[in-house]
């Protein structure tokens, strides 16, 4: 079977995309520094280099071998992206760059990268399909556009094909509880919740309930994160088949308010979630939903979880 490079695998989304890549056969091997990964997310018939995508003799060595990547290192706090875009440039910008001369240098030829919705900004329309335009509203966003216009060049010019993979809100876990690794310092809504339900936390704040939206609240297109994991696996396959480049939004196209989150949520662990209303967070889309044609159409892509209290059930695995 082919040999695929996860880089980022021992991450929230990389270790699923591990598990998936495993369970359909494929031998794979990790490359990831650690820095936000855990270990105990790192799979037995996995090889581990530990490294850093900065660190471009490492990386170039980790490629000897390998059929295709899955490029899923970087970093991803939006606030923070603001804050520190120096930190952001040289590990998502100047990373990627790395990423795609080590593959030129073994001529690696398919790349499946983690592109993210916040490459669209404010949406004009909703769904967003990919030819919604790109006004990135954070530096964060800028890096994924970056990244996608880099990956357009090396296609034209060294012929590796890519598949970019814009996620929207990535969320539960490995129902068979086989990723173990809790996000660190949690920024995004789901993670904190559960802080909130295992008390880890006395609250949870909801940013802004006076959107134009049903409840006041945003409303946003929660995917599970094992279907993501699928969705790149079959862009691998399709890129190993020799397909052209591709660019493809992932999400159920459902979007859910923060508020029938929280009751989603006090329903699966029949508890009550208390809250408190804070104002709108900066840069905060009232809603953000995809259309998943393409994924559909080109991949033959499906998600299994369409259902909130489902994908929050797998919380539960880890929580
Ligand atoms: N929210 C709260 N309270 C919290 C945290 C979040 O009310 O404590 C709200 C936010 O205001 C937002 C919704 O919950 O309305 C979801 O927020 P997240 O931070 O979970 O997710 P975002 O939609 O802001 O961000 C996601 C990804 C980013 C990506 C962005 C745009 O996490 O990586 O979508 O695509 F950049």
Redesign the pocket.
Known sequence: MPKVLVIGGAGYIGSHVVKALLQSQYSVRVYDDLSSGHEINLFANAEFIKGDILDYPSLNEAMKGIDAVVFLAAK?A?GESMINPEKYAVNNIVGSVNVLNAMAENEVKAIVFSS???VYGIPQYVPMDEKHPLNPL?F??FTKVETERLMQWYDALKGIKYTSLRY???AGYDADGDVKGKDKEP????P?LMEVVTGKRDF?????NDYDTRDG??L?DYIHVTDLATAHVLSIKRLLEGKESLIVNLGTGTGTS?KEIVIAAEKVFEKNIPVKYAER?SG?PAV?LASNETARKELGWEPKYTNIEDIIRTFAKIY
């Open positions: 991803k939006v993210s919705a916040a954070n964060y966003g929207f809100n990535a920024q995004n809504l789901l904190i949870l704040q909801i940013f802004g609240t945003c946003r923060v967070r905060d953000l």
